[in-house]
């Protein structure tokens, strides 16, 4: 599977069962496996870099198991193999995303008119609950 130029993940990797997909559909729904499942075992990637594989994984963490595989289900389509090719693009889009490494935040300052902003904000919040209160017996 090619996801970019200088990356190819190998057929072998790639695990598939498939089954009968839920939802509405008919009797297809109840004749036809069209449900593709991907397992993709992450520990015996050769081809992902080991920064990118950790990124992947804690980005994807509720489709891991407990083996390390990867699991990715695809059901959208009533058609097999578009199931096959949908479950392939969120693949190669999730390698994608972890691919890039983030970028570290910038610390700043909040400016004075930020500053200024939110003094006006709590004080009228201030106001507006005080507007609320019983008056008290020395204000009038």
Request: proline fraction near 6%; glycine fraction near 8%.
């Amino acid at each position: 599977m090619e996801v970019n130029d200088g990356l190819h993940i190998p057929e072998e990797e790639l695990n598939w069962t498939f089954a009968r997909s839920g939802g509405p559909g008919g009797q297809n729904v109840n004749k036809v496996a069209s449900k593709a499942v991907l397992h993709w075992d992450l520990m015996k990637n050769t081809s992902l870099a080991p920064e990118a594989r950790q990124r992947l994984s804690a980005r994807q963490r509720n489709r891991i198991t407990t083996e390390g595989q990867l699991v990715i289900q695809g059901q959208r389509y009533r058609d097999q193999a578009k199931n096959v090719e949908d479950c392939r693009e969120r693949l190669r889009a999730m390698i994608l995303e972890a691919l890039t490494p983030p970028t570290p935040r910038k610390a700043t300052r909040p400016s004075r008119g930020s500053k200024m902003r939110r003094l006006a904000a709590k004080k009228q919040q201030s106001q507006r609950k005080a507007g609320r209160r019983r008056p008290s017996v020395d204000d009038g």
